[in-house]
């Protein structure tokens, strides 16, 4: 039994949206900004009225106070109570229960143990950073024992590293508490490290709800294509493994090797500013290095979009107009491309 | 909060110390005509020591402290009150708003005519006025904290199950202290020159009444005398409640 749905649910930007999210399952909502994510969520917890249905284990909850909904929600700007310290702003929910004070404390101090913050206990949020505020409020989402956990871009305004590492401790508490997440971001990269499904929001409908190979390798309307940036897909013909860890696969005229622990790969898909492109040979070792003939040049908003034929193949890569100005790639003109081998999605066979 | 330096105190306090030799000198040697209108400052301080070892200034003080406390706790108090109902229920808010808007400018001394009609020249006149000129702006600088409370505190506090009440107690009046406190200190000071005023009018007994008395005997020391003791308190009473709002506010307040 599905353990959230939402059946036609409008509010604001989002019309009749139906969505079915696993028990257990982290499920990530992608879309950009004004997409409607936020609002499923406030939909989710009730913290706004809304037309339509949700069920939480079959049951609906329409007329069920945020209060006694069972969901905990991680809100973007945190809403961690400023006048009062971590251990205070943690042990909030266990207080609002009625949970003996012994009984609290210990299960405020297991939480801060959880998310390495024990040392944090008497502070109070303004002396703390970012990334510890995060843990904070996720910490005080968590002391209630919530059934669902709403995550409304947890890692945001964190700097690339703080940020990974978050997600990854994140990932790690999620999968051993077994809650069901509702987890929104506008970071796809984000949402492929964390989801076990991926619901892509544009303008207020849900446009697509896949595995998150799904959605580079089967895209199913030109919207998600776009916000996966229109990846290469490329089938291999061959594959083979040459040391562990290490594949080379061949595609027609294209042989790459690739880091890679698995099977055979059958289908790779390379996001197009995953490729590098230049007028002139690129230093370096002749390896995921290919010549080719450029056949299109289309500008985008602040970049330029180009195909190169390679063989049979046609890889896009896509850079900024400021970089493509500085070379000079005509049609019908050779251009040489390297393969970034940072962002590759395989399908094995 | 910085610590001052003792060379900054210094130099605060110089401006002072420049003031009363200035203020002794004239008084001692009588540089301009019509002197008896300014004594020195030694004399201002021996009438200060004389008024208190004879039990007068004391009795008059004591008079105006039990005045301004009763009232002024009393007018907080109801103010408070008033303002977080006010700036918790929107329907109240709606109901209070237009005559709190209406009362709230009248300055606090405007209402003596009508009091002393209404209730008489008696010790309820000081403690009514300075109740007066203490409720309203608490009303108003309350409910305006109240209602500054950001909606997601609120919303945060309900989704980790928390009832109306411990919202309201938990989490928006200590968000809403600074604004109190706002209210608070302001009137504290105010009080202490309302309640001059309304004992210079009407009461017999008090620094005001006192100061009534000194400036029918031509007593310039003793209207000094007078005056500074209502400096200090005034500037104590804000101190006071500056100190309270420290204690318990300054850890986070300026965060929030």
Redesign the interface.
């Known amino acids: 039994m599905p353990d959230i749905q939402l059946v036609g649910v409008t509010k604001h930007i989002c019309r009749d949206v139906h969505l079915e999210i696993e028990d257990k399952e982290i499920f990530v909502i992608v879309g950009t900004t004004g997409a409607g994510k936020t609002t499923l969520l406030n939909v989710i917890?009730g913290?706004t009225d809304y037309k339509g249905s949700v069920l939480i284990d079959g049951i609906g909850v329409d007329k069920v106070?945020?209060?006694?909904?069972g969901?905990?929600?991680l809100?973007q700007?945190l809403?961690l109570?400023?006048?009062l310290t971590v251990g205070s702003n943690i042990a909030?929910?266990l207080?609002?229960?009625g949970v003996e004070k012994t009984a609290a404390e210990d299960r405020v101090l297991s939480l801060m143990e959880m998310m390495r913050i024990k040392h944090l206990k008497t502070r109070?949020?303004?002396m703390l950073s970012g990334g510890e505020k995060k843990r904070v409020a996720l910490a005080?989402?968590l002391?209630?024992s919530p059934r669902i956990l709403l995550l409304d871009e947890p890692t945001s305004s964190l700097d690339h590293q703080t940020a990974k590492y978050l997600r990854n401790e994140l990932l790690d508490v999620l999968k051993r508490l077994e809650i069901t997440t509702v987890y929104v971001t506008h970071d796809l990269r984000e949402a492929e490290e964390i989801a076990d499904r991926i619901a892509l929001m544009s303008k207020g409908k849900v446009e697509q709800v896949s595995t998150p190979r799904d959605f580079f390798f089967n895209p199913q309307n030109e919207c998600v294509s776009e916000f996966v940036g229109m990846p290469n897909i490329i089938d291999c013909t061959q594959s083979r493994i040459l040391a562990s860890g290490l594949v080379e696969v061949v595609s027609d005229d294209i042989k790459m090797v690739l880091p890679y622990d698995g099977n055979r790969i059958k289908r790779i898909a390379i996001p197009p500013d995953d490729i590098y492109i230049s007028d002139a040979r690129p230093p370096g070792p002749a390896l995921n290095r290919f010549t080719g003939t450029v056949q299109e040049i289309t500008y985008l908003h602040s970049t330029v979009r180009v195909g190169v034929s390679i063989g049979k193949n046609t890889l896009l890569a896509e850079l900024p107009v400021s970089a493509f100005n500085e070379i000079s790639l005509e049609k019908g003109k050779e251009a040489h491309v390297v393969i970034k081998m940072r962002r590759l999605r395989y399908v094995e066979s | 909060m910085k610590k001052t330096k003792p060379l900054e105190s210094i130099w605060g306090m110089l401006p002072v110390l420049v003031f009363i030799t200035l203020w002794e000198a004239v008084g001692r040697f009588k540089l301009f005509s019509g002197q008896f209108f300014l004594p020195p400052f030694s004399a201002v301080l021996a009438e200060f020591y004389h008024l208190t070892a004879n039990g007068v200034l004391g009795k008059n003080f004591a008079s105006s402290l039990v005045r301004v406390l009763v009232g002024l706790c009393s007018g907080s108090a109801a103010g408070i009150f008033v303002g977080v109902v006010m700036g918790w229920r929107k329907v109240i808010n709606q109901a209070l708003n237009p005559i709190i808007s209406l009362l709230y400018p009248i300055p606090a001394l405007g209402w003596l005519p009508l009091l002393m009609l209404w209730i008489g020249i008696n010790e309820m006149l000081p403690i009514t006025i300075i109740f007066i000129c203490s409720f309203f702006p608490v009303v108003y600088n309350t409910a305006t904290g109240i209602r500054n409370v950001d909606r997601e505190y609120i919303l945060a506090a309900e989704t980790l199950g928390a009832s109306n009440m411990r919202i309201l107690f938990k989490v928006v009046i200590p968000l809403a202290l600074p604004n109190i406190f706002t209210g608070l200190r302001l009137e504290a000071g105010m009080s202490w020159r309302v309640l001059v005023a309304a004992e210079m009018v009407a009461i017999p007994t008090g620094i005001g009444a006192l100061l009534m008395q000194a400036e029918s005997l031509v007593r310039v020391d003793i209207i000094m005398v007078c005056l500074i003791v209502l400096s200090v308190m005034c500037l104590l009473f804000e101190k006071i409640f500056a100190l309270a709002e420290k204690r318990m506010v300054g850890r986070w307040s300026a965060h929030a």
């Not at chain 1, 106070?65 to 909904?69: A, E, G, Q, T, W």
């Open positions: 917890s913290v106070s945020r209060r006694k909904r969901v905990g929600y809100f700007s809403a109570f400023p006048h909030f929910g207080k609002a229960a109070y949020p303004h005080r989402c002391a209630p």
